[in-house]
């Protein structure tokens, strides 16, 4: 019953912003740690970032200082902000809870290109 939807992908040049959103259902939003991964061309996925119930963040040192994780448990909403978008920052992103396992949304594109 777990599902994450991502929202907010798009295309912008270096030093760009965007907001991603992830909608979650199926379980007790409130009481899970979510996080932001994300997945280059030919890459492996990698851990972005993670927010904990009690609003604690952490961060991957390559986005630190310019992203933003937060959450509204009231909307049941995981939230991405991405300021100083660089060109490695270009992939496809996704929500995540580990609840009874990992669970992943379908993903959002973000292209960063000159």
């Known amino acids: 019953q777990v599902q994450l939807v991502e929202s907010g992908g798009g295309s912008v040049q270096p030093g760009g912003s965007l907001r991603l959103s992830c909608v979650a259902s199926?379980?007790?939003?409130?009481?899970?740690?979510m996080g932001w991964y994300r997945q280059a061309p030919g890459k492996l996925r990698e851990w972005v970032a993670t927010?904990?119930?009690?609003?604690?963040?952490n961060y991957a040192e390559s986005v630190k200082g310019r992203f933003t994780i937060s959450r509204d448990n009231a909307k049941n909403t995981v939230y991405l902000q991405m300021n100083d978008l660089k060109v490695e920052d270009t992939g496809v992103y996704y929500c995540?809870?580990?609840?009874?396992?990992?669970?992943w949304g379908q993903g959002t594109q973000v292209t960063v290109s000159s």
């Open positions: 995540n809870v580990r609840k009874d396992g990992d669970y």
């Open positions: 927010i904990g119930v009690a609003d604690s963040t």
């Open positions: 199926g379980f007790i939003f409130s009481f899970n740690v």
